[in-house]
């Protein structure tokens, strides 16, 4: 039992899935620091309020707290955003590049392959 849970602990998947986790988590603080940092005192300067988690309506002896709401969603779309930049269109323009061949290194010149049959040649 201990050399079957040996073998499944030293998989390649586990161990390619765990450190995707670790990277993702802290690719998770990066964005979470671009946004935070960076992109909310944007829009804080955009809306002059740094915060709009103090925006409240009163109910009777409770209140709804519509300034969170209104931050959780104002930060899912700058993640989204940030992530849309800095990863999905990066990926998709090096796809792109590789399924048209742009990364495939040029043909030689007609010259060089002249040169190169007379090297080929004078070598039988």
């Known amino acids: ?10 998989k390649g998947n586990l161990i390619e899935v765990a450190v995707g986790l670790v990277l993702a988590l802290a690719f998770a ?3 979470g620091s671009l946004v935070e940092d960076v992109l909310m ?7 002059r309020q740094p915060d ?8 009777g002896d409770s209140s709804i707290f519509y300034g969170r709401f209104i931050n959780a969603v104002i930060t899912f779309v700058l993640v989204a955003f940030a ?3 800095f990863v ?4 998709n ?32």
Do not use: C, H, N, W
């Open 29 to 31: 603080a990066l964005i």
């Open 1 to 10: 039992m201990l050399k079957e849970f040996k073998d499944f602990a030293l």
């Open 41 to 47: 005192p944007i829009v804080a300067a955009i809306f």
């Open 93 to 124: 323009t090096l796809k792109a590049r590789q399924a048209s061949g742009e990364g495939d290194a040029p043909a030689p010149a007609e010259d060089i392959t002249l040169l190169r049959e007379i090297r080929d040649s004078l070598a039988k």
């Open 52 to 59: 709009f988690a103090g925006l409240t309506i009163d109910v």
């Open 88 to 91: 999905v269109k990066p990926y």
């Open 83 to 85: 992530l849309f930049m």
